[in-house]
């Protein structure tokens, strides 16, 4: 067990819905990470949070958004939902991230994912 | 930008063998963390071992060693004396200054009893 939770586990839905996906990170985290495993894109980065604002944006599509909230618990928006969205999205967590630019280790530990199926 | 290259879809040992997976990657970066994930069925992310490029040392974990050649821009892993509970996929990831974990497309890895 990680200590990142998310949910749901499973959520089945149909094209054009939004969804909302949550995650907690582990007590103490700061920096919250989302990514999405997909069969064609393989896992890809999404968007990551630290201490509530938005760090870095990776290959998230503009029906898509995310926050992170003061109790540092954060959820991924997706909307207008189509075929190819169907995915596993996981969340992680890390610590303080180092400063910008300068790379430092942050072990980034991973939820158990939500998987999305939209039908 | 980084780029992580898994050329092997499919890989497969015999139980107490051992196996090597491979990995290339690619970075602008001069400060850079490499990593293998391991991926049972049941979709858990797991770290199994990372190697910081600074350091020239090769990382271990238990039966898990990696052969990192900076200059070649190659990171591969080696299992030894695998076991049954090592059958999943391997995710090679590599993380620069922007933090954002970037992943190759996975080996899945079979083990044979």
């Known amino acids: 067990d990680s200590g990142v939770t998310q949910t749901p586990k499973h959520l089945i839905t149909a094209t054009g819905q939004r969804v909302t996906l949550r995650c907690s990170p582990r007590?103490?985290?700061?920096?919250v990470y989302w990514y999405q495993q997909s069969l064609d894109q393989g896992l890809q980065f999404l968007i990551q949070y630290y201490n509530g604002e938005e760090r870095a944006k990776g290959n998230i599509l503009e029906r898509f958004s995310a926050q992170q909230f003061p109790d540092l618990h954060s959820e991924l928006n997706l909307s207008s939902l189509e075929l190819g969205d169907s995915a596993l999205y996981f969340c992680a967590s890390s610590a303080n991230p180092g400063l910008a630019g300068y790379s430092s280790y942050n072990e980034q530990f991973f939820g158990p994912g939500t998987r999305l199926t939209v039908l | 930008a980084q780029t992580v290259t898994q050329s092997q879809p499919e890989m497969s040992v015999q139980e107490a063998e051992t196996v090597t997976l491979s990995c290339t990657y690619d970075t602008s970066e001069s400060d850079y963390y490499l990593f293998w994930y391991k991926q049972p069925p049941s979709r858990q992310m797991i770290l199994v071992i990372r190697?910081?490029?600074?350091?020239?040392q090769n990382a271990t974990e238990n039966r898990f060693s990696v052969n990192f050649q900076k200059a070649a821009k190659s990171f591969s892993l080696k299992i030894s004396d695998s076991q049954l509970g090592d059958a999943a996929m391997y995710f090679c990831a590599s993380q620069g200054g922007s933090e954002k974990l970037v992943f190759g497309k996975g080996t899945k890895l079979t083990v044979n009893p």
């Open positions: 190697q910081e490029a600074y350091k020239q």
């Open positions: 007590s103490g985290d700061l920096s």
